[in-house]
């Protein structure tokens, strides 16, 4: 019958809802620490507050492409925020891939299928949790009347996966493949530092301010006037 689903297609998206939505764990093994405590902890509940920059004192604002075609931006975006992204990851990403709806998470499994095709949401990760929070109503950018939230899949990753992360925060404008439709934030949580390469124009970082001097030193050129 036509709208009705076949049942391997209702048990396929059975087994995505179960998995995106465990809240420690894919493989079954216990966490050893939430990790949304310890970003509302350490970041005293703004980690994801837009615009992060300034909603931080003393975070930083680094300006990632000059000008130039497409190419030319989405190139030195991603080899600027590499660079700088290497000095703040030293072994272990915590990735947030933050999506806004008013749907269940479930209608975004064509999202997370693309995450997983590239290895950045494997089937079994050391840990992993999904929490739901609503938007406030008197924010200016939210359109109508419906209740729209913010979705965030927190997730362990290796830092080899940094490139592939980065490649797709700096693809959503411009339509590079892969382009997963998240916004993604990136934690070394050791450090207490925080990245948000939101786009081919910048990327800010907040957090520990001795971390946050370094990389003011280093990359100077890098920051925004």
Not at 86 to 104: G, Q
Not at 171 to 184: F, S, Y
């Amino acid at each position: 019958m036509l709208g009705v689903p076949k049942p391997s297609t209702i048990a396929s998206k059975a087994a995505w809802t179960s998995a995106l939505c465990a809240p420690a764990g894919y493989d079954g093994v216990k966490a050893t620490m939430n990790i949304r405590e310890s970003i509302q902890s350490q970041f005293s509940g703004k980690a994801f507050e837009r615009p992060l920059f300034y909603t931080h004192k003393g975070g930083l604002r680094f300006e990632l492409s000059l000008g130039g075609d497409w190419l030319d931006q989405f190139d030195l975006a991603l080899r600027k925020s590499h660079e700088i992204c290497e000095e703040i990851i030293d072994k272990e990403i915590v990735a947030c891939y933050r999506i806004f709806s008013n749907e269940p998470l479930v209608s975004s499994i064509s999202t997370f299928r693309e995450l997983r095709n590239i290895g950045l949401f494997p089937k079994k990760v050391k840990e992993k949790e999904h929490w739901l929070e609503r938007v406030a109503v008197d924010e200016g950018w939210i359109e109508g009347e419906t209740e729209d939230y913010w979705h965030t899949i927190a997730i362990r990753l290796p830092k080899s996966s940094l490139k592939k992360l980065l490649w797709c925060s700096m693809a959503q404008d411009l339509g590079v493949k892969p382009c997963p439709l998240v916004n993604i934030y990136l934690f070394d949580l050791t450090k207490g530092v925080e990245a948000w390469p939101y786009d081919v124009r910048g990327m800010d970082v907040i957090g520990n301010k001795a971390i946050l001097s370094q990389l003011y030193k280093k990359f100077d050129s890098y920051l925004l006037d």
